[in-house]
């Protein structure tokens, strides 16, 4: 909620690059986690990166991580159609997750 | 089965009525979540379950607001007197130890509309 804010909506020409940008508060979070939302579906972990970490890479998906600005993002690469959907960047709070509102995510032709 | 299940998917119902929601989670897991998503916002985390018993139910809005898990596999939300701003979707999910090096596996929600 309140503690990790994320850009409302994106809009993307298919085929381009999409970065997803999110920030959060709490400096001791472990893990930090992209969820995917589809309409009407449940939320589809994406990837998640250490707090040790700078970069993950999985495929088309590009994590990036700033500790020190507490600052994530995630970048699509070549997006297609597939990927509209709400975006969700979320940090594990000890045992929890605590979720941004969401970035919606629209690809155009 | 292969994933969380979640019933009913859709439940309408009218102001002050009591509502039951079920969570069916992956088995084995013992970690169990409960979330509310309102429109336009992120999931909001309203309780925790480690096997049978409530680990963490801080997220619970009011006292109208209960869950339980028996047995420590099915749990099920349950909402008394409902009220129109309880309008939602509430997601469970599972984790197979909490969040110590595993992942929330969502199910798809049940979406409830006081009216």
């Known amino acids: 909620g309140e503690d990790v804010e994320q850009s409302l909506f994106l809009s993307v020409r298919e085929g381009d690059s999409s970065v997803i940008n999110c920030t959060y508060t709490?400096?001791?979070?472990?893990?930090l986690y992209w969820y995917k939302q589809e309409p009407g579906a449940g939320l589809q972990l994406l990837t998640y990166i250490f707090s040790n970490m700078d970069m993950k890479q999985d495929q088309r998906l590009t994590v990036l991580l700033n500790k020190k600005d507490k600052h994530l993002s995630l970048r699509i690469a070549d997006t297609q159609t597939g990927d509209s959907a709400i975006y969700f960047c979320a940090e594990k709070d000890d045992y929890k997750l605590s979720f941004g509102a969401g970035t919606t995510v629209t690809v155009r032709a | 089965g292969a994933g969380v299940s979640q019933t009913p998917s859709n439940k309408v119902t009218e102001k002050g009525k009591y509502v039951e929601l079920r969570c069916d989670p992956i088995?084995?897991?013992?970690?169990l979540y409960w979330y509310r998503q309102s429109l336009g916002q992120g999931p909001e985390f309203l309780i925790y379950f480690q096997g049978t018993g409530a680990a963490d139910d801080s997220g619970l809005p009011n006292d109208r607001f209960f869950a339980v898990r028996p047995e420590g596999s099915v749990s099920t939300l349950k909402i008394q007197r409902t009220e129109r701003g309880d309008s939602a979707v509430y997601l469970c999910a599972s984790s197979l130890k909490g969040l110590r090096g595993g992942e929330l596996f969502f199910g798809e929600g049940s979406r409830l509309t006081v009216l």
């Open positions: 088995s084995g897991h013992t970690a």
């Open positions: 709490d400096s001791s979070s472990t893990y």
